[in-house]
């Protein structure tokens, strides 16, 4: 039988029949014997990374991988963090390099170590002992194989979203960094924004009540970066290296789940006190990617490569249930001409919180007022926000939050604590993708998300907001102010 076809009755098997009377025994076991792309083997689970706790490290020695419009934002920002040494920088154009060698001689940092060497010129730098953790930053399809080669190499790493595209990469992630006992976190800064960081200490302090339901979203309009061709090899006009973006995005599925996923799951407790059971998902049509391809194309014959590909839909939405009965709503949508909304919507029994398209907080009819929303953050802003909150709206990305998001990576590597968005989650959040995939083109059809814990999230404790047994790195002199890095 061919894999595809074993694959679409295995798939069937789950979507369908089951959700009558519940994901029987038999379905779950299928799923976790075997991925849901049918390549993989699911072991039994080798070491729990989620709490772990690895050698603390004095000094973090940091290689970066992808050094383009993101990853120069990252470059730049850790070299503020105390206890930080920017040791390698790895890119396929040397342009990209040099930009990042000129953040560090900036800052009166030494020149790191350069490896341009094509396409896997990553693997040199996983292999040398130069570096503790590797940053990567690269295009989606470079995630797990530098991921990978990073934990092989006995070395951390921290991998920007969508951590993982398929789902034998999810579970390849999870599979090395338990064997190597390597962490592998996910990027995720939108866990690191204001809002959610206030909005997740209330639910841990008991303001929400039981969480219900949650809605995020990655909502942007990227016409602008889309359809902007490179124009020199630094790419300093932030275009996505040989137009990365649009080629993903002729993928029928939510690829780019995260940011909107991340923040609820972890107010939900996803992968420790809950785990997201199935979900089942569904895509517009294209009404705008095609046309605006076919106008692009004749304003200039650079696009013509582009005219005639079948894109994405607009807008697909995924709705998810979890193990405990609470529900979740997740939207992605690239191409419509509207404002920009992760939603961020939490509703509780006690309490219900929404960020866009108006931050609000309400109890009952009642919405917070300025005083109230006031009182609100001053009682319940998390130590974090406490701490780093205006030092990391000095050094900004995104508003303060991309900062906020590293110093904590670098605290815990420092403290040797364990981290906030472990390699569970880098694989939970991620495998929306493939699964997003498989039931818009199954009819919508319900598959379940596997429990990449195997059975640990029912022990796994939720992570640490007060910073205890860290908050111990500083950041140096701040001489910058305002925002490089808007756009998400
Ligand atoms: N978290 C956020 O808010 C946020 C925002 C923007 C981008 N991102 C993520 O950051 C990543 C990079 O996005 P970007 O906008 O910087 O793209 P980009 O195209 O500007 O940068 C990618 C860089 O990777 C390099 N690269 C490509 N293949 C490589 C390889 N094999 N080895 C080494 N380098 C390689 C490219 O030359 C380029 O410099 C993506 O995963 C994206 O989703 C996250």
Known sequence: MSSN??????????????????????????????????????SKQQFNMCGYSAPKLDKVRVGFVGIGDRGSGAVERMTYIEGVEITALCDIRQGAVDGAQEILAKAGLPKAKEF???????????????????????????????????????KHTAVEVSTAKTMDECWQIVEVSERTRKHC?????????????????????????????GEGAYIHDLDYWHFNKPQDEKMSDGAYTKMWRIHENKRKANVYPTHGLGPICQAMNINRGDKMDYLTAMMSAD??????????????????????????????????????????????????????????MLSGTKCFAQKWPLQHIAFGHKTADEKMMKELEEKYAPEIVRRMGEMAKK??????????????????????????????DAAAWSCITPLSEWSIANGSKPIEVPDFTRGAWKINQPHELTLKGGGTTGVKDLKKGGDKQLGI
């Open 5 to 42: 076809r074993r694959d679409f009755l295995r798939n069937s098997i789950l979507g369908t029949g089951m959700l009558a009377t519940g994901l029987t025994s038999q379905a779950a076991s299928l799923i976790n014997e075997t991925s849901a792309d049918g390549k993989r083997k699911i």
């Open 395 to 424: 050094v900004g990305g995104h508003g303060g939050m991309d900062f906020m998001m590293d110093w904590r990576l670098i605290d815990c590597l420092r403290n040797s604590l364990p981290m906030d968005m472990d390699v569970y």
């Open 185 to 213: 976190v996910i990027l995720e800064n939108c866990c690191y924004d204001f809002f959610e960081l206030l909005t997740l200490n209330m639910v841990r302090q008991g303001v929400f009540g039981d969480l219900v339901h």
């Open 287 to 344: 009404f705008t990617l095609k046309n605006r391809i076919a106008e692009k194309a004749k304003e200039d014959p650079f696009f013509q490569q582009f005219v005639g590909w079948d894109m994405r839909g607009n807008m697909d939405i995924q709705l998810i249930k979890t193990n405990k009965g609470r529900t979740i709503m997740i939207q992605h949508d690239v191409s419509s001409p509207r404002p920009y909304s992760r939603i961020h």
């Open 116 to 154: 341009v060497a094509g396409d896997l010129g990553f693997k040199q730098l996983c292999d040398s002992n130069l570096v503790d953790l590797v940053y990567i930053a690269t295009p989606w399809e470079w995630h797990v194989p530098v991921a990978v080669a990073a934990m092989e190499g006995d």
